[in-house]
């Protein structure tokens, strides 16, 4: 090839900082993109003519994973009251459920494309029904499937697991990669907690996790609001088992220990929650939607105590009817606000490298010659920090 075809065969792309998704982060690097999206190369004092780079302002960084979204609520977007706590929440959406399909899936796909606009790359979403599939089988976005169960009564397990299965089965045979998880501690019976914990071929698994106070009041006491919308839905408050400990040491050992795990929300997580669950767990992601827990229970986590254990953090956007928009920006500029000692390279790796590296896709999160990671541009920066004026747009 010659080299002025060379040239135009590729894009050249620069920006005062490139933030490569591990952690790292290059000033004034010239990324060399192939036209099937692939990086050819990427460093600094590259020989380009002038005139064929394209310059971007503020940074550069790879696409983003959002690794918690449920996008089957997203015609609920607006219709559920905030601040409510979770169970409220809970209560609100299972009064709303049913809505015509068409309105359903017309949301599903509005929703698909936000996020595709926003930069967002791969999804690990929950799935409780088959509604999404269609709309994945035919995104841009790359799809990992959560088909979550939950069923507190023991007699339910063996149905319950079942319908899941079947949900695993359709999703794959659409080439939608997919895991059976259970919906959250308090939602799930030990026997069901087995049945997932054996299912065969689950690389990855999901837990909501900690999202109020009432879930560890549940496990130190056997009592509290959790509790009561326990009861108001059929359960019997002799089938549980008080811990006299928080939620998370009170379940984690029930799951598989070397299998990846994401834990989601931790809003109540303390640090000896934080100590127990990485000494237990082999391979475990933390996964914050800080703007969801504002939506739910008005209240963050308290994410500089993670950052201080040295865990592995990742970001998800929850679902339109518990977050304004779904947006992996939008949940970093509220951490930064809230937290501003955590940098924006930090926000960077747990929005690409380590999403990726949680839902196993070598190719996302990280800018590196060969993977295939999408190229953004975060610009309206604040120096150094991101600011509420900043805005995302995808190159790549």
């Known amino acids: 090839m010659h080299l002025e075809q060379y040239f135009m065969s590729k894009r050249f792309l620069q920006s005062p900082s490139v933030h490569l998704g591990n952690g790292n982060t290059l000033e004034n690097a010239i990324i060399v993109l192939n036209a099937d999206g692939s990086i050819e190369n990427i460093g600094i004092n590259l020989e380009v003519p002038s005139d064929k780079i394209e310059h971007f302002e503020g940074l550069l960084c790879p696409g ?15 219709k559920v009251k905030e601040k409510t ?51 994945k089988q035919a995104s841009a976005i790359y799809y990992h499937s959560f088909i979550e169960l939950f069923a507190f009564n023991p007699a339910m397990a063996k149905e319950t697991f079942e319908k899941g299965l079947t949900l695993k089965k359709e999703a794959e045979t659409k080439n939608i990669n997919a895991s059976i998880v259970p919906h959250a501690p308090y939602s799930v019976s030990d026997l069901l907690f087995e049945k997932i914990a054996n299912a065969k071929n689950n690389a990855i698994l999901s837990i909501h996790n900690q999202e109020t106070a009432a879930e560890n009041e549940l496990f130190q006491k056997g009592e509290g609001k959790m509790m009561e919308m326990l009861l108001k839905f059929g359960n019997k408050k002799e089938d549980f088992k008080i811990t006299a400990k928080n939620s998370l040491p009170s379940y984690l050992s029930k799951l598989p220990t070397e299998k990846p795990l994401l834990l989601v929300h931790n809003t109540y997580s303390n640090q000896e929650d934080i100590a127990f669950a990485e000494k237990l ?25 993670f950052v201080a254990a040295g865990v592995k953090i990742t970001l998800g956007t929850d679902s339109l009817a518990s977050n304004h928009q779904l947006s992996i920006l939008e949940e970093m500029k509220t951490i ?25 896709l070598e190719q996302y999160g990280e800018l590196k010659v ?21 805005t995302v747009n995808r190159i790549a």
């Open 281 to 305: 767990h082999q391979n475990l992601y933390w996964c914050f939607c800080p703007n969801a827990n504002l939506y739910i229970e008005n209240r963050l986590a308290d994410i500089p105590s």
């Open 370 to 390: 060969g993977s295939k990671s999408g190229i953004l541009q975060l610009h309206k920066l604040n120096g150094k920090q991101l600011g509420e004026h900043a």
């Open 336 to 360: 930064q606000q809230a937290f501003p000692e955590i940098s924006t390279a930090q926000l960077i790796k747990w929005a690409t490298k380590n999403g990726a590296n949680f839902l196993g």
């Open 64 to 78: 983003f994973i959002n690794t918690h979204c449920h996008l089957e609520l997203s015609h609920l977007k607006g």
């Open 85 to 135: 706590k979770l169970n409220g929440f809970i209560r609100e959406v299972q009064a709303l459920r049913n809505v015509e399909k068409e309105i359903v899936d017309a949301a599903i796909i509005a929703a698909d494309e936000e996020m595709h606009a926003n930069g967002i790359v791969a999804v690990g979403d929950i799935s409780n029904t088959t509604a999404t599939y269609e709309c």
